[in-house]
């Protein structure tokens, strides 16, 4: 059973942009924390950026001013929209959502190629 589905990965030129978008089944109740990590070849996965359901976020300090995280509760639905993409930041990102009641679900994972 789906229960997120991700998508916007792609290959960018450095400078270029992508939005990735997950969306959360109704399956899922009471959603809190909304978030993205990613991970590159060879590293751990790292987090990225989150937002709670009162808009509060946090963003890895890689990444500030350039990507935003972002939330649609009626479509149950995150953002990721990244700028000023540099090499770096290429990786799988996946998406991640915890419940209130403790659940965590994890995306598929979307690649993101940054390159020239």
């Known amino acids: 059973q789906v229960q997120l589905v991700e998508s916007g990965g792609g290959l960018v030129q450095p400078g270029g942009s992508l939005r990735l978008s997950c969306a959360a089944s109704e399956t899922i109740f009471s959603i809190y924390v909304m978030g993205w990590y990613r991970q590159a070849p060879g590293k751990p996965r790292e987090l990225v950026a989150s ?32 700028n000023s993409l540099k090499p770096d930041d290429t990786a799988v990102y996946y998406c991640d959502v915890n419940s209130a009641g403790g659940g965590r679900y994890w995306g598929q994972g979307t690649q ?4 020239s």
């Open 51 to 82: 937002i709670t359901s009162d808009g509060t976020t946090y963003y890895r300090n890689s990444v500030k001013g350039r990507f935003t995280i972002s939330r649609d509760n009626a479509k149950r639905t995150v953002y990721l929209q990244m």
């Open 112 to 115: 993101v190629t940054v390159s």
